[in-house]
């Protein structure tokens, strides 16, 4: 009996002073803080196993950034407990502290889960030290252009073609120019002693071409100095003194009855064929 008044009693007496200085704190029952549901630390997943959430069925609320996110939380399963329902959540927390699971948790109708749910409760520890700052987002570096394979492959291409084109038409050119040559022949009488005269000092011309030679040179200087009417061997006195026409047929003379011959330059062979440049291939003495 004792003991049941002074529990009746109890609720009503507020701390008291016993007299030497010492409180007595009488216990007063009250609505302690709403526990944890779980404790994780950052970016530790946690599991909600059979977890009861009163109402209709709820859902992961969509979040834009996942990257941005201050906690990811996916529904595994879900059973019907009566009204209620009862679910297997996995949380993955991203930032420290107290999260509350209500925050991130709507119905499946889109509506926010009310006053009728307590507050679900994360405790989050931090796994770095303190005042270690955060990473600076770095943003989205804008891709730089890649590849330039095709391009290569174009520019090789081009160049082909064009170097194609340059081969074609640079010997249709040379071609053309040398039918032309051929067709026209030598437009002087030095044009058309040139290769004989060439080939003489090498000693490479055979008696009819040896003769051709002496009858086209003779012809040309008998015609020039009016020795048409002198015999051969007069003519060929007169004109192997001659300064224009003599240089020449000292040569041929030389070549032609000596075992001697050279190598003329292009300049030495311009040299002594200088009188016959003004001089039409076919006009000297009717050769």
């Not at 051929?182 to 004989?196: C, K, Y």
């Not at 030389?254 to 190598?263: A, G, K, N, T, V």
Request: net charge negative; hydrophobic share 45%; charged share 25%.
């Amino acid at each position: 009996m004792l003991v049941g008044l002074l529990l009746l009693v109890a609720p009503v007496l507020s701390p008291q002073d016993d007299g030497d200085g010492v409180t007595i704190e009488l216990f007063s029952p009250g609505v302690d803080e709403v526990p944890a549901a779980a404790e994780t630390t950052v970016g530790m997943g946690v599991d909600l196993v059979e977890f009861v959430i009163p109402g209709a069925e709820v859902r992961a609320r969509p979040v834009k950034d996942a990257g941005r996110a201050d906690v990811i939380v996916r529904i595994e399963n879900v059973f019907v407990h009566g009204t209620d329902h009862r679910y297997n959540l996995e949380v993955t927390p991203l930032v420290e502290g107290v999260l509350d699971l209500r925050d991130h948790l709507e119905r499946v109708d889109g509506t926010p889960l009310g006053d009728e749910v307590p507050e679900i409760r994360i405790l989050v520890d931090a796994v770095t030290v303190e005042d270690v700052p955060f990473p600076v987002d770095p943003g989205v570096p804008h891709p730089g252009r890649v590849g330039g394979y095709t391009d290569l492959m174009t520019g090789l291409a081009v160049l082909w073609v064009v170097g194609l084109l340059c081969l074609v038409f640079l010997g249709r050119a040379r071609r053309s120019e040398a039918r032309v040559e051929h067709v026209r022949g030598p437009r002087t009488l030095a044009e058309r002693l040139r290769p004989l005269v060439e080939r003489a000092g090498r000693g490479e011309l055979d008696g009819p071409e040896r003769a051709e030679l002496e009858r086209l040179v003779l012809a040309h200087w008998r015609e020039k100095r009016g020795l048409s009417d002198a015999s051969a061997a007069e003519a060929m006195v007169a004109l192997r003194a001659d300064a224009e026409a003599g240089p020449l047929l000292q040569r041929l003379e030389l070549w032609f009855h000596s075992p001697r011959h050279e190598e003329l330059t292009d300049a030495e062979v311009t040299e002594l064929l200088a009188p016959f440049a003004a001089t039409p291939a076919f006009g000297g003495g009717g050769a």
